[in-house]
């Protein structure tokens, strides 16, 4: 159930196993893609202005105390100091230099709350907006953004995971996640094996196998291998393909971001960002720190740090923050007492996160739990307001009602409300 839930691609909108083995004839670099978008007029004109999502995903749950709301001095603070910031009054936990100083461009969230402590199910409510079910699978909000906002005749994808992440569910093939396993090199299967002219020759063969199958019964399927296929090509042959590589940067920028899988992840990112790619995420693992918290901490959040921060920075000096939303989130915190292991276990009670670009008001904190961090005493927050404040930063509309397979209508985001006093 947990892998299912986590990985599922998510491509059968019929529930069909014919029609998943079918799409996994291509390559993985096709299969993923998600390189067909669809676009009413008012996405249209969304699409001029550019405007994208970098979700930073901390995998595992990372603790609010060690982060975001630092509790030094009490009797659940641990061992964490907090530091000053560069905007005024806000304090972060010590972990975090670099952020610290860019906190003029970040809005911190400390009092999410939701029910789920699971980190598969917990997981796809922060990504979804939607408990999971056992019959219908709900759509990433990446998938979302890219049905939305993005170009369906784009030469690349139009959501790009570096990393696992949750599928398009019942969106389909057309907006599907494409995962990038290693930053900074291209895609798998996506560099050319063979000359431009057999490579023509072999999709003209494959198109004349797609019609037989159309004209016996097929055609839903046939017509989608062929788009699929179309695009990937597209993609493999395009000159914006290098905006997965690192050859184009500065060794002094790459030193920028950090040597790690990550801060090179969230360099591609920018470099996606500019390529025009509406939504990409960066995952960094580590964050389940049931013992030895503090121990994991500083190679944890030194890399996020460090990557996050240069981000933030590199977008806002390439004009490119106010059209960029940049969330920072785990799949909940941390319980504020620690165990006997040295560790702190699952708390979605009460968890924190960072937005950051798009309008958002830098320096400002919103919400606040008590001194033991045991509860939120002011201005609790739902997983929806988390939605509907993201939709809000990307110009889309919360109400826009997606079709499931079976004619049902559903809003992008069910419930909540944009969170107040986060935009200028």
């Not at 920072?328 to 708390?347: A, M």
Request: charged fraction near 20%; hydrophobic fraction near 40%; proline fraction near 5%.
């Amino acid at each position: 159930m947990q892998n299912d839930l986590l990985l599922d691609v998510g491509l059968d909108r019929h529930g069909s196993v014919s029609r998943r083995r079918f799409l996994q004839l291509g390559s993985a670099a096709l299969a993923g893609s998600g390189l067909l978008g669809s676009m009413s007029l008012h996405a249209a004109e969304l699409k001029k202005q550019n405007r994208a999502c970098i979700l930073v995903w901390l995998s595992g749950g990372p603790s609010q105390m060690e982060t975001w709301d630092p509790k030094p001095g009490t009797t659940n603070g641990g061992q964490t100091k907090a530091i000053r910031t560069a905007a005024s009054g806000v304090q972060i936990a010590e972990y975090w230099p670099k952020l610290a100083r860019q906190m003029r461009d970040v809005a911190v969230i400390r009092t999410m709350t939701n029910k789920e402590g699971a980190h598969a199910r917990a997981t796809y409510h922060l990504h979804t907006g939607r408990r999971p079910t056992g019959v219908l699978k709900f759509p990433n909000f990446g998938s979302v953004v890219a049905s939305q906002l993005g170009d369906p005749e784009a030469d690349i994808p139009n959501f790009v995971s570096i990393g696992n992440t949750i599928s398009s569910g019942f969106l389909g093939v057309q907006t599907a996640p494409f995962v990038v396993r290693r930053a900074g090199q291209l895609p798998d299967n996506a560099a050319l094996a063979i000359p431009q002219s057999r490579l023509r020759e072999r999709l003209t063969m494959l198109a004349q196998q797609d019609d037989d199958f159309a004209h016996a019964g097929a055609t839903e399927l046939a017509t989608e291998h062929q788009a699929l296929y179309k695009q990937a090509s597209k993609m493999m042959l395009s000159p914006q393909l290098k905006a997965f590589q690192l050859a184009g940067e500065s060794a002094a920028m790459k030193t920028a971001y950090g040597p790690s899988p990550f801060g090179q992840g969230l360099l591609v990112a920018r470099r996606l960002v500019e390529a025009g790619v509406p939504f990409i995420e960066v995952r960094r693992g580590g964050w389940d720190n049931h013992r030895n918290l503090y121990k994991a901490l500083p190679k944890n959040a030194g890399m996020v740090d460090q990557g996050l921060a240069q981000l933030i920075a590199d977008l806002k000096q390439r004009g490119r923050l106010d059209r960029t939303l940049i969330v920072c989130v785990g799949e909940f915190g941390r319980t504020p007492k620690l165990n006997k292991r040295g560790g702190r276990d699952h708390w979605p009670k009460n968890f924190g996160l960072l937005m950051a670009g798009a309008g958002v008001r830098g320096g400002k904190v919103i919400g606040k739990t008590a001194d033991d961090g045991m509860t939120v005493v002011d201005r609790p927050l739902v997983v929806e307001d988390m939605f509907q404040t993201m939709c809000r930063a990307m110009k889309i509309d919360p109400t826009t009602q997606m079709v499931t397979p079976i004619g049902r209508p559903l809003k992008i985001v069910d419930g909540g409300q944009v969170i107040s006093g986060i935009f200028a």
